[in-house]
């Protein structure tokens, strides 16, 4: 595709429910990543895949969160339980090579609202 | 970290008028990236500058890189409205986890 798309682009769920967001990134790009955004705040990592493996889970916050990618190509970032802190903005990226300090493109993101 | 400060932390300019933004950081570098974010288009790579170059041009940007100073600058000229966002710099190096200050937020009055 023309860019990494992701959906849903928003998403209000109850807490305790699981969500799942999906990511679809540039056709060829090897590397995929996770982020988190919080109203008002930063990046945060998530997670990081090199083709359909996960070299780095550092980021994931607790053991809630899980992420898959299938085909070297779509991804899923699974929530389960959630919890109202988990309201944030979802944002996924990907770049050709997964080359340390090369540029990243990014999705629109998913806004998760917990209630 | 490979996270760059912004400054200034805010600039309001005219529309038509020029931009300029500065980017500090401290790690040695492959690069140094320039990121865009706002609410329309989201978080949008802007431009790549290696660490060999001094000088790069897109469109109407316009970024430089002192190594020496450890910083860069990011020129807008002739901004548009459209050109209201935050901007982050990052300092490519030998991590890929992205990581931003807190940017500069340029609003540009019609």
């Known amino acids: 595709g023309a860019g990494v798309s992701q959906s849903p682009s928003n998403k209000v769920t109850e807490k305790g429910k699981d969500v799942e967001l999906r990511c679809d990134p540039i056709?060829?790009?090897?590397?995929l990543y996770w982020y988190r955004q919080r109203l008002g705040q930063g990046l945060e990592f998530l997670i990081y895949?090199?083709?359909?493996?996960?070299?780095?889970k550092s980021g994931l916050p607790s053991d809630r969160f899980s992420a898959e990618r299938t085909g070297e190509s779509v991804s899923t970032l699974t929530i389960q339980r959630t919890q109202q802190e988990d309201s944030a903005v979802y944002l996924c990226?990907?770049?050709?090579?997964?080359?340390?300090?090369?540029?990243?493109?990014f999705g629109p993101g998913t806004r998760l609202t917990v209630l | 970290s490979q996270q760059g400060e912004e400054d200034p932390q805010a600039l309001s300019i005219q529309e038509g008028e020029n931009a300029t933004m500065n980017c500090s950081y401290k790690?040695?570098?492959?690069?140094l990236q320039w990121y865009r974010q706002n609410s329309g288009r989201g978080l949008v790579h802007l431009i790549l500058?290696?660490?060999?170059?001094r000088e790069k041009h897109s469109g109407r940007l316009r970024v430089t890189l002192d190594t020496s100073k450890k910083s860069s600058s990011l020129l807008i000229t002739a901004s548009r409205a459209a050109d209201t966002a935050s901007y982050f710099c990052?300092?490519?190096?030998?991590?890929?986890?992205?990581?931003f200050g807190k940017g500069t937020l340029l609003t540009v009055n019609p």
């Open positions: 990226a990907s770049s050709p090579n997964g080359l340390a300090g090369g540029e990243q493109f």
């Open positions: 056709s060829g790009h090897t590397a």
């Open positions: 895949f090199q083709g359909n493996s996960a070299p780095d």
């Open positions: 790690t040695s570098i492959n690069n």
């Open positions: 500058i290696r660490s060999n170059e």
């Open positions: 990052y300092s490519g190096g030998s991590n890929y986890k992205l990581t």
